[in-house]
């Protein structure tokens, strides 16, 4: 059986092989499967190391996706929890340190086919869904949210949507303090994304 | 009386009923009283519930504006001090977790109104003032800012009043790090936004 | 010989005699020395105050750059480390408070000259070590970086140099959770801004 470790290493030096693809060219559309693998789609050229980690990942299929790092020097914590979308490029999801949670810029990506979600509402409210279940893998609920950002390309047309989804994802009042601006574009040309930092204090 | 949860609960159902005003379109400006109601402003079409609710407001008058909201499961305490701006939609101006203190984006929103202050600097000054407002609140001091972000629409002409603002305010260095940027948009197409975060350790 | 606390003001005092030079118009294109003296380019108009400061600061040659700033009300520490970039401007590159660093918003500016490093991949690089040196001042590494936003002004030329960076100054996985957008402009027109918050905390 693969260690863990052996597995995060694996997962990032696929990425590398790969790079190629994942910035921001809207010609070179790819998705992955659970194991964070480009696979090859129409009119993409072949990544080189395709096939070879096609067959890789089969054998560590048992492996747990959610693969522990060790803390950085300081402690800081680097999250992966199972069922979070698999990153490529030189990022991870979320960080813990000492009391507070860290997550990344999350945008609608499907963690099931790391593809995006279609539909602007439902787009947007995967985004706050990826968001919220890095939270919750360290105890954080949104209640527990302490700020948001969140950035979109165009505020007449999202920023009614995100207030949607808020609302039906924290259900009342309160809601976090935010920032909403928009900016001139995102990854993959996406529409919206929302960074924000949780509370889960080690003893309560 | 109106115990304050419930003042808080009617300031969001209000707030809901209105979403259509409150979303970006230059056409439909709006204002509101100390209470948060919007009036209907000239050009605007009639608040389906405004009626009612500035009577509503009137019951409500000697309840503290400031309603106390309940932790959050991990103790986020959200903030709504007396004097800060209303919020409208799916956001709250602050929270305290911990030994910080998270401010919303803040822009040059007057309190007493609601509406946005007229000329540049002026509203610049508001949008810093609003922001200390709430960091006082929970006992810190611009002087415990421990970051900001600048949002501008034009670095050439907003950053120089920002550069302004800022050395009236804190008066003389050191200056909290600040990031500075200039975006393509700002809610209600506004000139400039600033989040920060603050220090407020709850034993000194 | 200058205390240090006078030197501080001192510089900025000095900032804002000069802070029409420091407001992004291109035509006024300025650099400093190491004591954050403005000098005089072919071009711009005469700072004022330039021979009394230049003058100045050589009697303050032997004093530490790295004045020290009496902690914030609340205990928050600005940082000025030997090494990092001058701030013109009312900004500092950092703060500590409690267990936590804050980075300001870091660009490839030389801290040697005040001035941008030419090229695109070189001018990013400085950005993280501008970075990197500040948060190594107060005891935490890029692996203690508990988040980052990474701002752009192209997402398609910049994105991927970005990651080649960072994977150079990270060797390897993990890396901190990270959001990058696109913005309209970057102060002086520059063309990377990354902002970054460390864990480092008191007693380990």
């Keep these: 059986m693969v260690p863990p470790s052996l597995l995060h290493e694996f997962s990032h030096a696929e990425t590398r092989a790969c790079v190629q693809c994942l910035d921001g060219n809207p010609e070179n559309r790819h998705h992955s499967n659970q194991f964070g693998v480009h696979l090859r789609t129409p009119g993409q050229r072949e990544c080189a190391m395709g096939r070879f980690l096609l067959a890789f990942a089969a054998i560590v299929v048992t492996t747990s996706i959610a693969s522990a790092q060790s803390p950085s020097p300081n402690g800081v914590k680097t999250l992966n929890p199972a069922g979070a979308i698999k990153t490529t490029g030189t990022w991870d999801v979320g960080t813990r340190a000492g009391d507070f949670v860290f997550v990344a810029g999350m945008r609608g990506i499907d963690p099931k086919t790391n593809t995006l979600v279609q539909g602007d509402e439902a787009r947007i409210r995967q985004a706050f869904l990826n968001m919220k279940l890095i939270a919750e893998s360290e105890g954080a609920s949104l209640r527990d949210c302490v700020r948001i950002v969140v950035y979109v390309t165009d505020m007449f047309r999202f920023r009614p949507l995100v207030n949607k989804v808020q609302e039906e994802l924290w259900g009342k009042p309160p809601y976090p303090p935010r920032t909403i601006i928009e900016v001139h574009r995102l990854n993959q040309d ?14 309560k």
């Excluded at 996406?190 to 003893?203: H, N, Q, R």
């Design 190 to 203: 996406d529409i919206t994304e929302v960074e924000g930092t949780f509370y889960a204090p080690m003893k």
